[in-house]
């Protein structure tokens, strides 16, 4: 069994804790002019200024806030949509987890192109729905954040809402519920451990999101991601990058584990009930 478990256990260590060792040194090391630029020390400094200077603060929490819609509206959206591919007869459950898919054929910077001529101010969406700009602002952001994100939402809901028994639904509609009532009685409360993975596959790669917010939120964008690349390419500040980078893997290790022990304690379920 321990050699079965050696190949994993060494793969998790050379690409998962290796490179995170080697960001928080660099987080711990100080400014230096040369190739690299920092000399190895213990200095705290740096992940003390990253959470007290309001430029990292007001970054990642409007990271935080961000993420949090682009996740929340993607549950709104995804949620009926994984339902209804659940419920579709076999014969079309494929084709339409392959339409889901789809946007995945074609490669993100295209699509993310394709948006910005969709939302130009002489682009059709603008056109048919009669407002004056769309582009660089932060409802292109979300529509660009929902769009990517939004099979990451979907799958996972599919696959959990595609193994409940529609004995316990029947069950409820027999006993007087209406349908409103056998969603958040019945299909909500089973379908939690969906809505979390697919909440955490949104969330995690949300917050840091760098092209999206860039490409169509415009220079008043300044997401973590931005403030992240400037520091590490621009500035070639690598301590203060890899300090915000270190907070950044705090909070996205602090936000799913609060909401996986939520789901598990059954609070969440019964709030939502």
Sequence with gaps: MRWVLT??????????????????????ALPADGVPPYSLGLNLDNLWVVAT?????????????????????????????????ARAAPRWQNSLLLAVMLPFWT??????????GLLTDDGLIVRVLGVSRLLYTDTAMYIGMV????????????????RLDPALMEAAADLGAPPWRVFLR??????????????????????????????????QAQLIGKVLWEEFFANRDWPTAS???????????????????????GWLGRLLI
Excluded: K
């Design 147 to 162: 769009y990517t994100y939004l099979p990451f939402m979907v799958l996972p809901l599919y696959a959990r809402l595609s």
């Design 7 to 28: 190949l994993p256990v060494a793969w998790l260590i050379l690409l998962l804790a290796a490179p995170l060792g080697v960001v928080l040194l660099i987080a711990l």
């Design 243 to 265: 300090a915000v980078a270190a907070w950044l893997l705090v909070v996205l290790v602090a936000v799913p584990g609060c909401m996986l022990r939520l789901v598990r304690s």
């Design 107 to 116: 490669g993100f910077l295209m699509r993310i192109n394709a948006w910005i």
């Design 53 to 85: 200077d309001p430029l990292y603060r007001d970054a990642l929490l409007r990271s935080l806030r961000v993420a949090g819609v682009s996740t929340l509206a993607c549950l709104v959206i995804g949620f009926p949509m994984a339902l209804a591919i």
């Design 186 to 219: 019945v299909i909500l409360p089973l379908s939690m451990p969906g809505v979390v993975a697919g909440a955490a596959l949104v969330f995690v790669p949300a917050i840091g999101e760098y092209v999206i917010p860039a490409l169509l939120g415009g220079p």
